[in-house]
């Protein structure tokens, strides 16, 4: 008798230690632009930075089960919203993250609070979603346009270049990236002598240029992305705006649009990144292993992918902390209780506004010769650290601060 | 030196009249892309009834071939000038053999839908094996560096371009215009079965104009790749403005072709400096305007 009633005890407590590993389901959408513009610096590199995540994730917590999907948003708001929106109701999806383009990640951000859901943002930029577009539902993880404005702008107007001439995609990102300069120009004694908004997806800036050339400003600020920006740089060195003594300013660059451009274009150009392939060794082991995942061994992974697989690691994290809760705001609220750390941010932090907070990078574009293998794209020229590099939380309008 | 203005309601900017030069010239220059790549649809819609969808691809197949040719085989931008065009021209053959020669009889609609279709596939074969960021390529040597002309410093390069571009301009439209062979094109397109009568091979006279047309495009993507961004959306952000462009002209229309390709070029540049908000939207502005005035387009006969 005795004998059964300690088999019983010794059963109570093994049933005891299943339950305490029970298993956590989870899924995550990667809502990316999967076919156009954007598709190099995030899409298809994101879900492999997002499939890492999850299996380094897997290594050390194999009771939780991660089940990925992914989307192509189009660079459309509305296909965004259509595919977030059946993402939450339908397909039961607990996280979505990326989504370059401001203008979807808006979009996605009052969908995910709306429906009590999390967004991590990594692929887009606008500063506002931190700032007045703020709720408790959004995590903005790797940059944005005021750390853009911040790292580069103050670089250049501190080392002389104190006129500016922007030229500024006429949309959302443009006109953000260009009021968070034009900020840090004047706050630093800088001076902006004009401006033009060029229409998105510009093909020849031959006559911006010129008008940029005639305003005899120091700086000219590329307030673009993208297409829009390796043509405004390459067209730039045809009309020897560089040679004829201005600086170009590239205010939000990629290690893809240097390639795109070649270094013998690009050489010299000053830009702000939160990570860089190339910049230590735990970021060069895990770009090998990303472009074994990609099936891409020529391609180079953006700060984008990066953040991708920072902010799934922290997210996983957080829900095995909370034993599988996937309640939206609960899980952001932890995420930003629990410090961040991982092998490519380093330690951080998430800031009450949803921002995550890192240190910032400003890099120069290597000359042709000093480049030794590909992707040897940048020279560190300066560390912004982690409380200097993102807006003060006092600035940013955001309601979850102010109230 | 005086100053230009806008009237009032338009907003009232001045600008130098130097500047304004300089403008006129970057607008000439530009509208030479339009000109080559509208005078290539013009050609094919002309001599085959077929809306070519798949030249803004082909184009952006010229630029690839030609950043393929330095990457692959060290050939420089002028043997890709010539290599790059004929190697796309003969895709555009085989197209044209293959595929288009069946559509001939039917409506115009389905000769769009194929055009458009093979431009997605070539335009997603190219993004999965190059990506979308874009590939490099730099102005030769020889046309590296510019002039002062005193009221803008224009790249060697440039000059290049509306210099090239004109001549193959001028060159097309003096064959099809004014030689026996372009007779005998424009006589094939009014009565083949005639002039088949008379023993000319009539298929392979289409074949070889679509293999030209196509040409043209690559020929202009060649001369794009040091400029602009080669990557393979180039072609599709390029070719709505140039099918407004043949629309404007009328289509199927040589002459109006290239000159509404030059003109439309220099009227986007004003555009550039008064208002540039609106530069990508005046070209469909005035296509708005003038298929209301002019149905047929401005060179356009009526059918």
Same mark, same amino acid.
């Given at each position: 008798?005795?004998?059964?009633?300690?088999?019983?005890?010794?059963?109570?407590?093994?049933?005891?230690?299943?339950?305490?590993?029970?298993?956590?389901?989870?899924?995550?959408?990667? /809502?990316?632009?999967?076919?156009?513009? *954007?598709?190099?610096?995030?899409?298809?590199?994101?879900?492999?930075?997002?499939?890492?995540?999850?299996?380094?994730?897997?290594?050390?917590?194999?009771?939780?089960?991660?089940? /990925?999907?992914?989307?192509?948003?189009?660079?459309?708001?509305?296909?965004?919203?259509?595919?977030? +929106?059946?993402?939450?109701?339908?397909?039961?999806?607990?996280?979505?993250?990326?989504?370059?383009?401001?203008?979807?990640?808006?979009?996605?951000?009052?969908?995910?609070?709306?429906?009590?859901?999390?967004?991590?943002?990594?692929?887009?930029?606008?500063?506002?979603?931190?700032?007045?577009?703020?709720?408790?539902?959004?995590?903005?993880?790797?940059?944005?346009? &005021?750390?853009?404005? +911040?790292?580069?702008?103050?670089?250049?107007?501190?080392?002389?270049?104190?006129?500016?001439?922007?030229?500024?995609?006429?949309?959302?990102?443009?006109?953000?990236?260009?009021?968070?300069?034009?900020?840090?120009?004047?706050?630093?004694?800088?001076?902006?002598?004009?401006?033009?908004?060029?229409?998105?997806?510009?093909?020849?800036?031959?006559?911006?240029?010129?008008?940029?050339?005639?305003?005899?400003?120091?700086?000219?600020?590329?307030?673009?992305?993208?297409?829009?920006?390796?043509?405004?740089?390459?067209?730039?060195?045809?009309?020897?705006?560089?040679?004829?003594?201005?600086?170009?300013?590239?205010?939000?660059?990629?290690?893809?649009?240097?390639?795109?451009?070649? /270094?013998?274009?690009?050489?010299?150009?000053? /830009?702000?990144?939160? &990570?860089? &392939?190339?910049?230590?060794?735990? +970021?060069?082991?895990?770009? @090998?292993?990303?472009?074994?995942?990609?099936?891409?061994?020529?391609?180079?992974?953006?700060?984008?992918?990066?953040?991708?697989?920072?902010?799934?690691?922290?997210?996983?994290?957080?829900?095995?902390?909370?034993?599988?809760?996937?309640?939206?705001?609960?899980?952001?609220?932890?995420?930003?209780?629990?410090?961040?750390?991982?092998?490519?941010?380093?330690?951080?932090?998430?800031?009450?506004?949803?921002?995550?907070?890192?240190?910032?990078?400003?890099?120069?574009? @290597?000359?042709?010769?000093?480049?030794?293998?590909?992707?040897?794209? *940048?020279?560190?020229?300066?560390?912004?650290?982690?409380?200097?590099?993102?807006?003060?939380?006092?600035?940013?309008?955001?309601?979850?601060?102010?109230? | 030196?005086?100053?230009?203005?806008?009237?009032?309601? !338009?907003?009232?900017?001045?600008?130098?009249?130097?500047?304004?030069?300089?403008?006129?010239?970057?607008?000439?220059?530009?509208?030479?892309?339009?000109?080559? !790549?509208?005078?290539?649809?013009?050609?094919?819609?002309?001599?085959?009834?077929?809306?070519?969808?798949?030249?803004?691809?082909?184009?952006?197949?010229?630029?690839?071939?030609?950043? !393929?040719?330095?990457?692959?085989?060290?050939?420089?931008?002028?043997?890709?000038?010539?290599?790059?065009?004929?190697?796309?021209?003969?895709?555009?053959?085989?197209?044209?053999?293959?595929?288009?020669?069946?559509?001939?009889? %039917?409506?115009?609609?389905?000769?769009? #839908?194929?055009?458009?279709?093979?431009?997605?596939?070539?335009?997603?074969?190219?993004?999965?094996?190059?990506?979308?960021?874009? #590939?490099?390529?730099?102005?030769?040597?020889?046309?590296?560096?510019?002039?002062? !002309?005193?009221?803008?410093?224009?790249?060697?390069?440039?000059?290049?371009?509306?210099?090239?571009?004109?001549?193959?301009?001028?060159?097309?439209?003096?064959?099809?215009?004014?030689?026996?062979?372009?007779?005998?094109?424009?006589?094939?397109?009014?009565?083949?079965?005639?002039?088949?009568?008379?023993?000319?091979?009539?298929?392979?006279?289409?074949?070889?104009?679509?293999?030209?047309?196509?040409?043209?495009?690559?020929?202009?993507?060649?001369?794009?790749?040091?400029?602009?961004?080669?990557?393979?959306?180039?072609?599709?952000?390029?070719?709505?403005?140039?099918?407004?462009?043949?629309?404007?002209?009328?289509?199927?229309?040589? %002459?109006?072709?290239?000159?509404?390709?030059?003109?439309?070029?220099?009227?986007?540049?004003?555009?550039?400096?008064?208002?540039?908000?609106?530069?990508?939207?005046?070209?469909?502005?005035?296509?708005?305007?003038?298929? #209301?005035?002019?149905?047929?387009?401005?060179?356009?006969?009526?059918?």
């Amino acid at each position: 008798m005795k004998k059964v009633l300690g088999m019983a005890a010794l059963a109570a407590v093994l049933g005891c230690g299943v339950a305490n590993a029970q298993q956590i389901d989870v899924k995550i959408g990667v /809502l990316s632009d999967m076919s156009s513009l *954007y598709a190099d610096i995030g899409g298809p590199g994101s879900v492999a930075a997002a499939k890492l995540a999850i299996a380094d994730f897997a290594k050390t917590n194999p009771n939780v089960k991660v089940e /990925l999907i992914s989307g192509d948003h189009q660079n459309k708001p509305d296909v965004g919203s259509q595919i977030a +929106n059946q993402w939450f109701d339908v397909d039961k999806v607990d996280m979505i993250i990326d989504t370059p383009n401001s203008g979807v990640a808006l979009a996605v951000s009052q969908i995910a609070s709306q429906k009590n859901k999390l967004f991590i943002v990594s692929g887009a930029a606008a500063s506002t979603l931190t700032g007045e577009k703020c709720n408790a539902n959004t995590i903005h993880w790797t940059y944005d346009t &005021w750390m853009l404005a +911040n790292g580069t702008g103050k670089a250049m107007v501190k080392t002389g270049g104190d006129t500016w001439f922007f030229l500024t995609a006429d949309y959302a990102f443009g006109h953000a990236l260009e009021t968070d300069t034009i900020a840090v120009v004047e706050k630093n004694g800088g001076k902006v002598l004009g401006k033009v908004r060029h229409p998105l997806n510009t093909n020849d800036f031959s006559s911006f240029l010129l008008q940029a050339q005639s305003s005899k400003a120091k700086v000219i600020g590329l307030a673009n992305a993208g297409g829009d920006t390796i043509n405004s740089i390459k067209q730039a060195a045809e009309f020897g705006i560089v040679k004829g003594g201005q600086s170009l300013a590239g205010l939000l660059v990629f290690a893809s649009d240097v390639n795109a451009l070649g /270094l013998a274009t690009a050489q010299g150009l000053a /830009l702000t990144e939160t &990570w860089y &392939w190339d910049q230590n060794d735990a +970021n060069r082991a895990w770009t @090998k292993r990303w472009q074994a995942e990609r099936n891409a061994p020529g391609k180079f992974p953006t700060m984008i992918h990066a953040g991708v697989y920072s902010g799934i690691l922290h997210y996983l994290k957080a829900r095995a902390a909370m034993g599988g809760s996937p309640d939206g705001k609960a899980v952001t609220a932890k995420m930003k209780e629990m410090p961040t750390d991982d092998p490519l941010f380093g330690k951080g932090s998430i800031r009450a506004d949803g921002r995550k907070i890192h240190p910032a990078y400003l890099y120069e574009v @290597k000359k042709p010769a000093d480049s030794k293998y590909p992707g040897d794209f *940048y020279n560190v020229r300066a560390t912004i650290p982690a409380n200097e590099a993102f807006r003060p939380l006092s600035e940013g309008k955001c309601p979850l601060v102010s109230g | 030196m005086f100053e230009i203005c806008l009237p009032v309601i !338009l907003g009232g900017k001045c600008i130098p009249s130097t500047a304004l030069f300089g403008q006129l010239l970057i607008g000439l220059i530009n509208g030479s892309f339009y000109a080559l !790549l509208s005078l290539g649809l013009a050609v094919i819609f002309g001599m085959l009834n077929i809306i070519n969808f798949s030249h803004g691809a082909q184009y952006m197949m010229g630029a690839f071939a030609a950043y !393929l040719l330095l990457q692959f085989s060290g050939m420089n931008y002028w043997v890709a000038l010539i290599v790059a065009p004929i190697l796309v021209g003969v895709t555009g053959v085989l197209i044209e053999r293959l595929l288009l020669q069946w559509l001939y009889k %039917l409506d115009h609609l389905y000769g769009l #839908l194929l055009t458009f279709g093979l431009a997605l596939i070539i335009e997603g074969v190219a993004r999965h094996y190059f990506g979308s960021a874009g #590939l490099p390529y730099t102005v030769p040597e020889s046309l590296q560096g510019g002039r002062n !002309l005193g009221f803008m410093f224009l790249p060697n390069y440039r000059a290049w371009v509306i210099v090239a571009s004109a001549t193959v301009c001028f060159a097309t439209w003096f064959v099809i215009e004014r030689t026996r062979l372009g007779a005998y094109l424009r006589a094939a397109t009014e009565n083949p079965a005639l002039v088949r009568a008379f023993g000319i091979n009539v298929p392979r006279m289409i074949t070889l104009t679509y293999g030209f047309g196509v040409a043209l495009a690559a020929f202009a993507g060649v001369m794009a790749a040091p400029i602009y961004n080669v990557s393979p959306q180039m072609g599709s952000e390029l070719i709505i403005v140039v099918f407004a462009v043949v629309v404007i002209g009328g289509m199927g229309s040589i %002459l109006g072709a290239i000159l509404t390709g030059f003109g439309l070029g220099v009227v986007e540049g004003l555009t550039k400096v008064f208002f540039p908000e609106a530069s990508n939207t005046v070209i469909f502005v005035i296509m708005a305007i003038v298929l #209301l005035v002019r149905p047929a387009g401005l060179f356009g006969r009526r059918a």
